[in-house]
């Protein structure tokens, strides 16, 4: 994002060249002037904030991560996320000004950065275990009406293209719903945050409600879980990747997405008033190497209330 003053902005491009050669003390200088032409300079304030932090200056990225919050009151950057990462702000949701601008940014390479660069495999997961539980029930795998959560560029509705009629998609992301409209697999398509978008839906209408790696961005699963619940029909699934750690409750991860205990799933999950049929370790991607510890999860609303 542009400071608005052409000088700030190219003390910020020198910067930001020197970061990424590594040269941070003379990126942070730069960075520092950028700061001082354009005051309001959300975008240098959070670099400056993230080589500060590289550089072990752990209160100087504080104060560099609060201004850029201040000075960008819907956070694009994401200087929330960093600041509850340093223990300086309490764990909380993340600002859906920040989660738009990261995904309409990341729409033209998802697919490619995601498949390709980092194994993404949710999709496959739940198709696998949602058919499972439809075997297990001795039930036909199909559906009526699918409800595709944080439907991103279209990959789960590929997945199941040949098992869902009426495929519903939500998402936050202006840019990746235009993607995913563009596979011509949705029936609807409605950009909004997904509790919210959940919240439009009739009583009992979907059968099947899916959420590929989306709750790895949602920070306190209940007000959804009480949607999904809601808009579920008797006997109607909800099937969901998710990040894990070994601890308890909710952390925010090194990638700057929340993890969950299994068990403070299972406990969500039936405080929502649903029954939790399947509940396995998965990873769903790669990073560095190494397969990032995850949970799949199969939930179902009873028959009878």
Same mark, same amino acid.
């Not at 519903?168 to 509790?195: C, F, H, K, Q, W």
């Not at 190494?290 to 799949?296: E, F, K, M, S, T």
């Given at each position: ?113 995601? $498949? ?74 409605? $950009?909004? +945050? ?12 979907? +059968? ?34 998710? +990040? ?5 409750? *909710? *952390? ?54």
């Amino acid at each position: 994002m542009s400071s608005g003053d052409l000088l700030a902005d190219r003390r910020f491009d020198f910067a930001r060249d020197l970061q990424q050669s590594g040269d941070l003390v003379a990126a942070e200088d730069l960075f520092v002037q950028a700061t001082d032409l354009a005051p309001g300079f959300a975008t240098a304030w959070f670099t400056l904030g993230e080589v500060r932090e590289s550089l072990g200056d752990r209160q100087g990225a504080i104060t560099a991560f609060r201004t850029a919050q201040t000075t960008d009151p819907g956070d694009r950057n994401g200087a929330g996320l960093r600041l509850m990462r340093l223990g300086a702000a309490d764990l909380a949701g993340m600002r859906p000004g920040y989660v738009t601008a990261l995904f309409d940014q990341y729409a033209p390479k998802f697919e490619a950065a995601l $498949v390709d660069d980092l194994g993404y495999r949710g999709p496959a997961l739940l198709r696998a275990v949602v058919l499972g539980a439809r075997a297990a029930a001795d039930l036909p795998p199909a559906f009526a009406r699918v409800i595709d959560l944080g439907c991103g560029t279209g990959l789960a509705a590929r997945a199941f293209a040949g098992v869902a009629g009426h495929i519903i998609g939500i998402d936050l992301s202006p840019r990746m719903i235009e993607r995913a409209r563009a596979t011509g697999l949705y029936a609807e398509l409605d $950009v909004a +945050e997904i509790a919210q978008g959940l919240s439009r839906r009739a009583d009992a209408s979907a +059968e099947l409600i899916i959420a590929a790696d989306v709750m790895v961005y949602v920070h306190d699963m209940a007000p959804l879980l009480a949607e999904v619940a809601r808009v579920l029909a008797p006997g109607g699934l909800f099937a969901f990747t998710l +990040e894990s750690h070994a601890g308890d409750g *909710v *952390v925010l991860g090194e990638g700057l997405r929340y993890a969950y205990s299994a068990a403070g799933v299972r406990a969500l999950v039936e405080s929502a008033g649903l029954l939790m049929e399947r509940l396995e370790p998965a990873s769903s991607r790669t990073e560095s190497g190494a397969q990032v510890p995850g949970l799949v999860a199969v939930a179902a609303r009873g028959c009878r209330d």
